[in-house]
Each structure stands twice: as structure tokens, then as C-alpha cells.
């Protein structure tokens, strides 16, 4: 999902761009990863275990992808001389906060994926001293499955839905991200963590009737509901809103608002 966009956006720029998937690349595999790396002045591992729920019952797979592929993206970008940016995850939070977590919040993730991503960031912090770490979350985005193209689907199909209103987190446009992380190497931002998420803050709830207000249905058909009526194998947290000082500190702008960043993007995430 972020790949797709980032590439699309990287090409229209003219940049000199490699890309690769999986098929072509497996970033646990320690030779093929340091060929790929080798001749690029910046790497943006896209790849990643994204299945939250199935990392609970699969973790040491999705450690594999999350924590040791990270960890020798950053050993080859070290030795190719090469700047590497991760992508991460609110998830690495705990989710108990009542205000934005600042970029060093302490780490403590409370799902099995955020375990992996939480040592994937330690992993690019001490393989690749030339790195920028960018936590995202709640993304969406035109390619590939996401909650917008489902609660649409879902609303269309049988005429209402219950969505959680006691989780609060950023909706984020993979375009967006994919923006931010361009400005940042732009930028040559100094190495460190920084959060790539929209502005402002709605539970899944508030997203949802934009979402079907954006596919052009009654928003009021969404009710409420509590997590407790809702339980998954991987907890998730409640409140999961990044704050945004380590981007102004260096003069680049956080991404909008989330419910402005919708409007521009639905009609494209919709279709
Ligand atoms: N989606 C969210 O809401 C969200 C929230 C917070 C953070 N993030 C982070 O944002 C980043 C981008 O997420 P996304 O939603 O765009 O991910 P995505 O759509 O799930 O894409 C992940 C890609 O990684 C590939 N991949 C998996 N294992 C691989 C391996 N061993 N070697 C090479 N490629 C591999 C997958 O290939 P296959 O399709 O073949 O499996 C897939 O193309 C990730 O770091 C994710 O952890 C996402």
C-alpha cells in the first residue's frame, strides 16, 4: 500500500528509482538484501508483517520480516554508505497516554507485532547511524485492502455497521506518508524517529461515517460500539496519537488534519 504510492510518486519526480517485491527480494535473506542495497544512496523499506492478529500466533515469522529484514537493510545500507528509512508503527505505544506520545516515549507495545516492529527500530538504530525512523499508523491508501474500502463495502452490503468509538487514533493517506518521507530525504533531516501521521485525532467510529458520507450513503447508519464487543486476538491500543515536535523542530511540515487529508483522498481510495 505504501510502496505503490511512494514509487508513483518517486518516478513522477524524475528520481532514479529501484524497485522491488518480494517475489524478487526476500529482506530476511542476508546476500540478496546487501546486492540490492549496494549502489543507492537511500533505501525505504516499505516491506513489512502488517497481519497484527496473525503476528500473535506467528511471531517469530513476522519477527523475521519486522525485526531481522530491518536489521540487515541497515548492516548494508552501513557498508554501502547509503541512508535507510524504516517505517514503524503506533503500535510500538502502549495506548494508555491521554496525550500525543513525543517521539521518545518509552517503547511498550502490547502486541506481538509491535514487539517485532519495536525491535526492528532498535535493530536500524544500531546497524545504521545514517537512518530516519517514521511511525505511522490507521493507514489507508488507494492499493491493496484497507478500513475505508471495507467499512464502504460492509455499509453497502447490509445497510449499517458497529464500529468501535473508544479508540482514538490519526487516519493517514499512504500518499501522504509517502510525501512526508520524500520531504524528509529532501530535507536530509537528521537521523532519528519521527512520527508520520496526520494531524488531529478520531476513533474508528468518526472515520467511519466519513467514510460513508464520502461513498455518498448516510453516515447515521454507523452506531458505536466498545472494543469489549468487539475482541480480536491483538490488543488494541486506545489511544494511539503521535505528536509531531521532532518534524517542526527541523522546519518540515506534519502531514494536515485527518479529516481534510480524507477529503482529498477519497475519491481515490474509493474508486
Ligand atoms: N497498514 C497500517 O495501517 C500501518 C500502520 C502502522 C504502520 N504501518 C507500517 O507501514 C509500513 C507499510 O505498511 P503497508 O500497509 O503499506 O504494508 P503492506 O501493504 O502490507 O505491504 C507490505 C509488503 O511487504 C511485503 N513483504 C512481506 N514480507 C516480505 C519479505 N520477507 N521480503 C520482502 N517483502 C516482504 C509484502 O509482500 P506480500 O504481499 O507478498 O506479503 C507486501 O508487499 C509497514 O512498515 C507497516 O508496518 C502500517
Known amino acids: 500500500m505504501l510502496g505503490q504510492d511512494l514509487v508513483e510518486q518517486l518516478l513522477a519526480r524524475g528520481d532514479e528509482v529501484t524497485i522491488t517485491d518480494r517475489d524478487e527480494i526476500d529482506i530476511t535473506d542476508a546476500d540478496a538484501v546487501d546486492a540490492a542495497v549496494a549502489g543507492h544512496d537511500v533505501v525505504v523499506n516499505c516491506a513489512a508483517w502488517t497481519a497484527v492478529d496473525d503476528a500473535e500466533t506467528h511471531e517469530a515469522a513476522a519477527f523475521?520480516?519486522?525485526?531481522?529484514?530491518?536489521?540487515?537493510?541497515?548492516?548494508?545500507?552501513?557498508?554501502?554508505?547509503?541512508?535507510?528509512?524504516?517505517?514503524?508503527?503506533?503500535?510500538?505505544?502502549?495506548?494508555?497516554?491521554?496525550?500525543?506520545?513525543?517521539?521518545?516515549?518509552?517503547?511498550?507495545?502490547?502486541?506481538?507485532?509491535?514487539?517485532?516492529?519495536?525491535?526492528?527500530?532498535?535493530?536500524?538504530?544500531?546497524?545504521?547511524?545514517?537512518?530516519?525512523?517514521?511511525?505511522?499508523?490507521?493507514?489507508?491508501g488507494a492499493h491493496g485492502a484497507s478500513f475505508p474500502k471495507t467499512i464502504a463495502r460492509l455499509v453497502a452490503e447490509r445497510g449499517g455497521l458497529d464500529v468501535v468509538d473508544d479508540q482514538v487514533g490519526q487516519p493517514t493517506w499512504t500518499w501522504d506518508l509517502a510525501d512526508l518521507i520524500i520531504r524528509l530525504v529532501v530535507a536530509h533531516a537528521p537521523s532519528g524517529t519521527y512520527h508520520g501521521t496526520s494531524s488531529g485525532l478520531a476513533s474508528w467510529h468518526t472515520f467511519a461515517q466519513a467514510v460513508v458520507a464520502a461513498a455518498g450513503m448516510d453516515p447515521q447508519v454507523v452506531k458505536p460500539t466498545t472494543s469489549a464487543a468487539f475482541v480480536r486476538p491483538a490488543p488494541r491500543p486506545s489511544?494511539?496519537?503521535?505528536?509531531?515536535?521532532?518534524?517542526?523542530?527541523?522546519?518540515?511540515?506534519?502531514?494536515?488534519?485527518?479529516?481534510q487529508r480524507w477529503a482529498a483522498a477519497s475519491s481515490s481510495v474509493l474508486g
Open 64 to 140: 523475521a520480516v519486522n525485526a531481522v529484514g530491518p536489521q540487515l537493510l541497515a548492516r548494508a545500507a552501513h557498508t554501502h554508505h547509503a541512508r535507510l528509512v524504516q517505517v514503524s508503527t503506533d503500535y510500538i505505544f502502549g495506548g494508555a497516554a491521554t496525550a500525543p506520545y513525543p517521539e521518545d516515549a518509552p517503547a511498550a507495545p502490547r502486541s506481538a507485532y509491535g514487539r517485532t516492529k519495536v525491535a526492528g527500530e532498535w535493530a536500524v538504530r544500531a546497524e545504521a547511524p545514517d537512518h530516519l525512523i517514521v511511525r505511522t499508523a490507521w493507514l489507508y
Open 239 to 259: 489511544y494511539s496519537v503521535l505528536g509531531h515536535d521532532a518534524l517542526s523542530a527541523i522546519g518540515v511540515a506534519p502531514i494536515d488534519d485527518w479529516a
